[in-house]
């Protein structure tokens, strides 16, 4: 005889299952209010927020820190029931801002604005909210420093993921190589979701420069809109089975690794 609470779980769990099953569109930004509010907090309380920005990637699309983890999200909403929130599209470039189609964002004004969009999520109900961030440098730091500060004002729970930087492993093994920025890897993430995006014809390995180790040189702007991890490493091969092995894997990391993080917080009954 199945015990009274267990038999709670299990309609709860049952109905959660259904629910996401309905449910029109994983996407914030085209679900209706009177649907949102039948689903979060009750049925969905994790979303999921890409951010980028605009900046040269060698022979892919300048946007492509916004692809890479927009795409990303809609691969794995279903599998982490989250809702996608739309993507934040400009970032504080760095040192590749001359680049023609670049756009940099200060980190005054970009400080208060993420702040706010992920206090807004918050104040729509979500208690696990995930950055999925493409672009590094000092965008970074901030989405870290941010998301701490507001998970610890209104009692959520933030995660920021830097996608490349998680996935190197992956890197190392579906390549055998390092990557690099616009290099083998992201260059391959972005194949796998639209070839059309990818301008072999264009490329040059001229394009590529090595970052430099801490201390030894700096330029602004930085000389290549490729940037390779490791010297003779990381040059784009443009293999689209390779490129769709990539994409799989990686998505499957971040996302076992979201799960698990979720599962731990609710252990830990934080």
Same mark, same amino acid.
């Given at each position: 005889?199945?015990?009274?609470?267990?038999?709670?779980?299990?309609?709860?769990?049952?109905?959660?299952?259904?629910?996401?099953?309905?449910?029109?569109?994983?996407?914030?930004?085209?679900?209706?209010?009177?649907?949102?509010?039948?689903?979060?907090?009750?049925?969905?309380?994790?979303?999921?927020?890409?951010?980028?920005?605009?900046?040269?990637? &060698?022979?892919?699309?300048?946007?492509?820190?916004?692809?890479?983890?927009?795409?990303?999200?809609?691969?794995?909403?279903?599998?982490?029931?989250?809702?996608?929130?739309?993507?934040?599209?400009?970032?504080?470039?760095?040192?590749?801002?001359?680049?023609?189609?670049? /756009?940099?964002?200060?980190?005054?004004?970009?400080?208060? /604005?993420?702040?706010?969009?992920?206090?807004?999520?918050?104040?729509?109900?979500?208690?696990?909210?995930?950055?999925?961030?493409?672009?590094? &440098?000092?965008?970074?730091?901030?989405?870290?420093?941010?998301?701490?500060?507001?998970?610890?004002?209104?009692?959520?729970?933030?995660?920021?993921?830097?996608?490349?930087?998680?996935?190197?492993?992956?890197?190392?093994?579906? /390549?055998?190589?390092?990557?690099?920025?616009?290099?083998?890897?992201?260059?391959?993430?972005?194949?796998?979701?639209?070839?059309?995006?990818?301008?072999?014809?264009?490329?040059?390995?001229?394009?590529?420069?090595?970052?430099?180790?801490?201390?030894?040189?700096?330029?602004?702007? /930085?000389?290549?809109?490729?940037?390779?991890?490791?010297?003779?490493?990381?040059?784009?091969?443009?293999?689209?089975?390779?490129?769709?092995?990539?994409?799989?894997?990686?998505?499957?990391?971040?996302?076992?690794?979201?799960?698990?993080?979720?599962?731990?917080?609710?252990?830990?009954?934080?």
């Amino acid at each position: 005889m199945i015990k009274p609470l267990l038999l709670l779980i299990l309609l709860f769990s049952f109905s959660q299952i259904n629910a996401q099953e309905k449910i029109s569109t994983r996407e914030m930004n085209l679900i209706n209010w009177m649907e949102f509010a039948e689903y979060v907090p009750g049925y969905i309380n994790t979303v999921l927020l890409p951010t980028g920005t605009l900046e040269p990637h &060698g022979v892919i699309n300048n946007g492509a820190d916004n692809i890479a983890p927009e795409a990303m999200a809609r691969d794995m909403a279903k599998e982490l029931n989250a809702l996608i929130a739309p993507t934040l599209n400009y970032g504080i470039t760095g040192s590749m801002a001359a680049f023609p189609g670049a /756009f940099q964002i200060s980190e005054e004004a970009y400080r208060p /604005f993420i702040r706010d969009i992920i206090k807004g999520l918050a104040k729509n109900g979500f208690k696990n909210i995930i950055i999925l961030n493409g672009h590094g &440098g000092g965008q970074t730091k901030v989405l870290q420093e941010v998301a701490g500060e507001v998970a610890t004002e209104l009692g959520v729970r933030t995660l920021v993921i830097n996608w490349w930087s998680f996935a190197s492993d992956v890197t190392l093994e579906v /390549f055998k190589e390092d990557g690099g920025h616009a290099g083998l890897n992201e260059t391959a993430y972005i194949q796998a979701i639209d070839p059309t995006l990818v301008h072999k014809e264009k490329y040059n390995p001229d394009m590529a420069t090595p970052y430099p180790a801490a201390g030894m040189w700096s330029a602004v702007p /930085f000389p290549s809109s490729i940037g390779l991890y490791q010297e003779g490493q990381g040059y784009p091969n443009f293999d689209q089975a390779q490129a769709d092995e990539y994409f799989q894997k990686v998505n499957a990391k971040v996302s076992a690794f979201i799960q698990e993080i979720i599962k731990k917080w609710d252990l830990a009954g934080l």
